[in-house]
């Protein structure tokens, strides 16, 4: 069993760069937690304008990942932050296409979706063709992925001096290599198991991203008839916490999203299947004792949240926050020994050991279907009274029905165990473990008070920095934060920290074999 603990804050604070940050801290995201990912947005939505250092960017010496893609923010109009399947999905396309794209540049490297042979030393002199073709990777991302944000990534290319209808397919160019690296990442994905393009299973208006597996709960919204199993939760239809316009007076009932994730191939394995992960006997309403137990750790944490634990659950929550800043701060403590290469294979290592990890989670959360603690409580209390989080600015209430009690925070789209959240956090962490050698951290968030989005301006009373020197106390907290936020219960964080670790050891071995050239040839 993982103990669920905090080690000492440490005193040091890694050096920051004011652009690639953007200004760690309160309810603004890190820029390099969004690299690779220009978000989706309207049609409409106004383009960005350009900045000053977009303009002076040197080719030579400069770094398209750290100083232009990280000034490009998403807009969340679309794919809400915790919608971690398909939002992940678009951020490791991107760095899938820069490490193809660097890759012909570098003395080893082979790209994963395409081969674009290895050009001469010389052009590796400097940065210059790495950026040009990483540019050009990232822009046919967009456009096959992504295209309501083009019009932005179009205006940077042609801010420092490329061409963005420069169309060549010429393996001896940075922009024919970019080009062709990108359209290949495209290509593989429209048939990766996910369904982007809507048409798996549906031979008429299709949705891009819809259910072709067929999955249906036992439970409804309206009646747990199954306690062990997962309850879709009846809710206004905006996942964000927080709400936003055009909410008032809609309500749905949750749907499993993307269930097909399971179904998607992954980099370094192929049936997630083959890794074995416990039964929830915990959440087995046979096992009455154990039930309760767990339903009673979910309200007895409930009932004691402070300001800090309700600021690190929403740091957590928000998976360009809790995954993105972290990347961020471990590239700048270890900033003296990432060279462009560096920058492209850590966050490829990073991006393979998420999007790997969900394939087998989404398969857990399938095959085990396990209730959520709304449910469960629900179930053992019923109109009984409890004492718990009453809800925004309530603060613990001895009085609360149970079937009226919430989760501090909103409860994802899919069944319970395992915690995605947790198996993520703890994959990443041994990921750039693996890569850097060593478990130094350094993330450092500061939120103002007042900046919660489930208690606006009231919570935190004062602000509230967190701090995490190592990986270890990062994947430590954002275990027990899915419990302080009532979305998952405790044994399951506690198995989900062990069961994760081992994607980020196969994700860190995949990219070493990429990067040494060590695949087989085709």
Not at 158 to 171: H, N
Not at 312 to 338: M, P
Not at 342 to 366: P, R
Request: aromatic share 10%.
């Amino acid at each position: 069993m993982t103990t669920l603990r905090r080690s000492p804050d440490s005193d040091f604070s890694p050096r920051r760069r004011t652009l690639l940050l953007g200004g760690l801290g309160g309810a603004s995201t890190a820029a390099l937690a969004t690299l690779g990912h220009s978000g989706t947005a309207f049609a409409g939505e106004p383009t960005r304008p350009v900045t000053k250092s977009a303009v002076d960017f040197d080719f030579d010496t400069g770094n398209f990942i750290r100083d232009l893609i990280s000034q490009f923010h998403p807009a969340w109009d679309v794919i809400a932050p915790m919608d971690v399947t398909v939002l992940h999905r678009f951020i490791h396309l991107s760095t899938t296409a820069w490490f193809d794209a660097v890759a012909p540049y570098h003395p080893t490297a082979v790209g994963v979706h395409s081969r674009l042979g290895r050009r001469p030393s010389g052009e590796a002199a400097t940065n210059r063709n790495k950026n040009i073709a990483g540019l050009y990777a990232s822009y046919r991302v967009i456009q096959g992925v992504e295209p309501g944000r083009e019009p932005s990534f179009r205006e940077l290319l042609i801010a420092v001096g490329l061409d963005p209808d420069d169309g060549s397919a010429d393996r001896s160019s940075p922009v024919g290599i970019g080009n062709l690296a990108g359209k290949a990442v495209v290509a593989a994905a429209e048939r990766d198991g996910m369904n982007q393009l809507g048409d798996e299973g549906s031979r008429y208006n299709g949705k891009p991203f819809e259910d072709y597996t067929g999955y249906k709960p036992v439970n409804t919204a309206y009646k747990l008839a199954n306690p062990s199993r997962w309850q879709p939760k009846l809710g206004p239809h905006n996942r964000r916490l927080g709400g936003g316009a055009g909410d008032q007076g809609i309500f749905v009932v949750q749907h499993f999203v993307t269930p097909q994730m399971r179904l998607t191939k992954a980099h370094t394995f192929r049936d997630p299947s083959q890794f074995r992960l416990d039964p929830p006997r915990h959440t087995d309403h046979t096992r009455v004792r154990d039930y309760k137990y767990s339903a009673d750790e979910i309200l007895e944490a409930s009932a004691a949240l402070t300001d800090k634990q309700k600021v690190t659950s929403e740091f957590f929550d928000n998976k360009i926050l809790g995954l993105g800043t972290s990347v961020a701060a471990a590239a700048l403590a270890h900033e003296d020994r990432l060279d462009l290469d560096g920058w492209v294979h850590l966050l490829f290592t990073n991006t393979v050991s998420l999007f790997d990890t969900l394939i087998a989670i989404w398969h857990h959360k399938t095959m085990y279907d396990t209730v959520r603690p709304f449910s469960a409580v629900r179930h053992v209390y019923g109109s009984a009274a409890v004492t718990a989080w009453g809800g925004p600015g309530k603060g613990t209430v001895n009085d609360i029905p149970a079937e009226e009690w919430s989760s501090y925070l909103n409860v994802g789209d899919h069944p319970e165990y395992p915690s995605g959240s947790t198996t993520l956090c703890s994959a990443q962490a041994q990921a750039v473990r693996r890569f850097f050698g060593d478990d130094v951290l350094n993330l450092n968030y500061t939120a103002p008070a007042g900046s919660s989005l489930v208690e606006p301006e009231l919570t935190p009373a004062r602000e509230v920095k967190l701090h995490y020197a190592t990986w270890t106390d990062f994947v430590q907290e954002c275990a027990i934060s899915r419990v302080w936020g009532g979305v998952h219960f405790k044994k399951t964080v506690e198995r989900s920290v062990d069961f994760g670790a081992q994607f980020g050891d196969l994700a860190y071995e995949f990219v070493q074999r990429q990067v040494k050239g060590d695949v087989d040839s085709r």
